[in-house]
């Protein structure tokens, strides 16, 4: 009971005086749920707020490393945020690699412990976004142009680096017929050009796409609904 | 077996004709001398199976979460270092046995079900590198698998953590070096 009641004394005394005074403990500071979010290698650490800072703001301090290495790194760019987020894409850019960050809270002089993510494998963890489709009518037949997301950085020599280096996409591609609401796969393949035939005149059709990685058995979302009125 | 025995059939010509071509081009590319490494190949198929790659990196997330050591790094550069390319396999079996005999099977009751699947999984690739020899002195190469042995024994159970949390890496230097 007691140290219930403790904690709960320090929780009030906590809120009513303006942070000054009372300093609080190591534990309510710190960050709360450090995770990488990994989309397309776009690798963002983000993280919440000690259970005690609801209202307050704290800073915050960002390092990072490759696992492995014995020296954390700081990132300068989140070295004192008020955000709760720190985009360490370059700093995990070898993608096949496994990588810690760590987040501490300072408040009023005070600091939390570092909280550290589990160990993060962008190649592993990554989501993929849907492709970019275009859709074309020509003659009797819908061109179908897919493009696969960026990566987020260029290759060695200065060229854009596609994510085809790092998996063996497939390209999946359904057409909708909008009159009879009937839904198709008209293709599965790593061709970023597709033709499909169109057969009723006087008709909408909707094209949606989606990346799949065979090597994961992960799909990504599907793309938005490209449509074409056939006259 | 019947097709293999019979004379004259075109499975076994083809075979043989492979084989002479092969050996002729191993001949060849080495001069009089013979290769330097034999039957240190997987084939690429065994390293493209969606099932067992998500359960062999969701085995190593798992253990990994029990390793706070993020200093020490088993399967990384260093392991490498002093090795030839082609050496490469040849001494990434020689962790692949380790890990089996010494590490997964005294551990295998832990991180189930994923455990039980990788374990059969690396013990049909270790079989199938039974062969992989390398020709001359290996001792530069047993002496970085030694080093790894050490610190796995140093660190006790945190070892053996560290090591199935390093299943990804495992997995992922097989396919680079064997393939």
């Not at chain 1, 004192?80 to 009023?108: F, H, I, M, Q, W």
């Amino acid at each position: 009971m007691m140290p219930k009641l403790c904690f709960l004394g320090l929780l009030i005394k906590f809120f009513l005086t303006s942070g000054g005074e009372t300093q609080p403990t190591h534990e309510s500071l710190k960050p709360q749920k450090v995770r990488f979010q990994s989309r397309n290698f776009h690798n963002i650490l983000r993280w919440q707020p000690g259970i005690m800072l609801a209202g307050n703001s704290s800073i915050y301090f960002v390092q990072y490393k490759m696992y492995g290495q014995p020296q954390w790194k700081n990132k300068q760019e989140c070295w004192g945020t008020p955000a709760l987020y720190c985009d360490l894409t370059n700093e995990t850019s070898d993608l096949r690699e496994p990588y810690y960050g760590r987040v501490k809270a300072v408040l009023a002089r005070t600091n939390s412990d570092w909280v550290m993510t589990p160990r993060f494998t962008p190649w592993w963890e990554t989501q993929i976004d849907p492709p970019a489709v275009t859709v074309t009518r020509v003659n009797a037949s819908l061109l179908v142009v897919l493009h696969a997301p960026d990566l987020p950085y260029r290759g060695q020599n200065g060229s854009n680096e596609s994510m085809e280096n790092y998996y063996d996409l497939v390209y999946r591609v359904f057409k909708i017929n909008k009159s009879v609401g009937k839904e198709q796969k008209v293709y599965e393949g790593a061709q970023r050009v597709v033709e499909t035939e169109v057969l009723t005149p006087r008709s909408s059709y909707c094209v949606v796409a989606e990346i799949y990685r065979p090597i994961l058995d992960k799909r990504s979302q599907r793309s938005k609904e490209k449509c074409v009125q056939i006259p | 077996m019947a097709p293999l025995q019979k004379p004259g059939s075109f499975p076994l010509l083809g075979a043989l004709a492979t084989g002479c071509l092969l050996l002729i081009g191993l001949w060849t590319q080495e001069g009089s001398a013979l290769p330097i490494t034999s039957h240190c190949k997987l084939d690429r198929s065994n390293f493209q199976q969606p099932y067992i790659t998500n359960r062999t990196f969701m085995l190593a997330q798992e253990a990994s979460l029990a390793d706070n050591n993020t200093d020490v790094r088993l399967i990384g550069g260093k392991l490498f270092e002093g090795v030839k390319v082609k050496e490469h396999c040849y001494l990434m079996k020689q962790v692949l046995n380790f890990t089996l005999e010494e590490v997964l099977l005294p551990q295998s009751d832990r991180f189930q079900p994923y455990m039980q699947e990788v374990v059969s999984f690396l013990t049909k690739l270790s079989s199938k590198l039974s062969l992989c020899r390398i020709e001359g002195d290996d001792q530069h190469i047993q002496k970085n698998v030694q080093e790894l042995k050490d610190t796995v024994k140093k660190l006790g159970e945190s070892g053996e953590i560290k090591v199935i949390g390093e299943m990804d890496l495992l997995f992922m230097s097989l396919g680079n070096t064997c393939i």
